[in-house]
């Protein structure tokens, strides 16, 4: 008998039908002995259409009074899924996030758990009642309802995974698993067993979009095993269809290189003929800093005419318009030329691996020069390297580097 | 400076269109200076559409669930309420039955409102902050979302109203105030200005549909005065442009007989050749009660053959083959022939003036046997009469009583 937490994305949920079958899942994990808590989004639309009614009364609509009407998406689901469980002879009833309660910060529309009350949730798992959670929503000490931000619902799940010490967290959506990389690009991509959170938080915050970086993180922080697997596929959680991500020592077999990332929302940015004196770059990037923006690569180049320089960067494409905005209003850049480019594409290598071989930076830049790819920036961390390249190289690039490290489906 | 509770119904916060209009009419009364309470139904078909994907999913669904999925349609619209007054400047936020708390019991469904915690929100009033409360829904002692039944969004005004001492609540609807009788029937019906609690109850039982019984019964144990009124009009509550349900001393001008109600749809069922015997009334009716069954107008006919009679009654259409299932359960009445007539219709006369004015009976039955329309059964109380008659009668008969009692509009 293991304690469960069992979350479905709104495709899987998508309406009655998809309910349905969801609740068939959970009947089966209930017939396994399992205690089993589910996390539910809203229904396929349901979210976009709330959204869009805000939005028409007006764009700057009260974020505490947003949450209140967007949040009721997911109470919908949570009471249709009980039904449909109790339909299926199993005991189950609903819980808002008021009723737990999940007590957020008040940061509305954005909100950040800061505590889960579990006692008569988990009071209820014992009487074999199965607990479903209307996902993506919180309760502020004051009692007003929050959202955690979109795809919050995956957020929820690891966080009540965590607090009720479950034994794993199924992620329902519509992939079946985490792949060594896209396969509408690689179609002899790989979908990997198991992953470790260090990976898994590279590959998040580098593109891979299945999971959202903020789960993976209170996953990897709690040491919650979280599975991803398809709500499409006949197999169930316990079956362990999907990829679990789980700590390093849980993966038997470990590749040097576990994945190839890549994005294409970000543009390089470069700011010409800056005075190269010490404490420019924080007086680049402190504002950005300030205004939220997220600076990713950095390159400083070598100094010409004795005294100036270029500084490189990247950032999404979303806040480019911003970021110019920035730099114009400070006296020191006013003069200065910026150079956007947005034909560029991010590539980058994740493995675990990484830290214990090396020259797999070697192996990462040959593969690239064989093919004619002109790297623009790089930057490394312990276990990723990722570079720069022009667009139109994206594809190529991922196929050879996905060729180079070996991560190819096993022949048949 | 008044205290106001005020109420959309569904049609109107048809829309965000809509929702933006009601607005516009609470932004004008604040704009008086008046401490504003808003109720809100669901947006029109939401909460249809709600109780459909209940029903699809299982038909037996449990009420708790039910009460959780339903509710969410009042949620959306409280929470736009609030961003549309924001909108206009004026401060408000929405209160969700849980968050008050409105103390219900636990007949999920159908619920009761038990207390109204009302100090939180007298001081959010009186920081000039307008309340905009989910109607339709309460909380258990247990934390259970419940909902009060259809049309409760205007039970929930009048309690409101009753619990913050409110000085008038008024009901938006799509009518602009309750009617001599019908004008669909008779075109020269006029809008009565002023009715007492009494009265509008005995309409309300009778067949006018546009207030809930029990929000009246509410309003006149709680002394609450509510007003009708449209909000497709231009007027607002403050203008008095509806009808005003009060206590009969705040009415000056009182007609013998207020309204013509009618209804159709009640059947007669008559029993044939029951024995006469003491408590034989009892051992039909006691069994019909316990089945919920509401019986309304009843007469023994004259004992015939020394030791039989008949016994004929009026009930919901609705209720006929639970009825007849009742009667043939027992043994007594298992071989009595029973009739059903569902050509009938119900017309009544209501009136305060009636208990201190001699003939009114005699007036009605004048008048509709001038027009040659038969009297089956005839009931009455100390403010109206009701008879049964055939259906094919019933607009000859309205409209006879409504120009017998001068009940048309003032010539102008």
Redesign the interface.
Known sequence: MARIVVKFGGTSVAD?AR??KAAEKVAREVALGHEVAVIVSAMSGVTNQ?VE??R???P???A??????V???E??T???M???L??RGISA??W?G??VPIVSDDVHGKARINDINTPDMIKSLGNKEVAVLAGFQGVTLD???TTLGRGGSDTTAVALAAALKADRCDIYTDVDGIYTTDPRIVPAARKISRISYEEMLELASLGAKVLQVRSVEMAYKQNVPVQVLSSFDEAIGSDLPGTLVTKEDDIMEQYVVTGVAFTKDEAKVTLVGVLDTPGVASRIFGPLADAAINVDMIVQNISRDGNKTDMTFTLPETDIAKTQEVLKAQPEFKDCEIRVDENVAKVSIVGIGMRSHAGVAKTMFTALAEKGVNIQVISTSEIKVSVLIGREYLELAVRALHAAFGLEKAAA
């Open positions: 009655t309910i349905e709330l009614y805000c028409t009364i007006s700057m609509h009260d505490r009074e947003y949450d209140t009407v949040a009721s998406g109470q919908v949570a009471g249709l009980a039904i449909a109790q339909k009833r609903s808002m008021w009723q009692n007003r309802i």
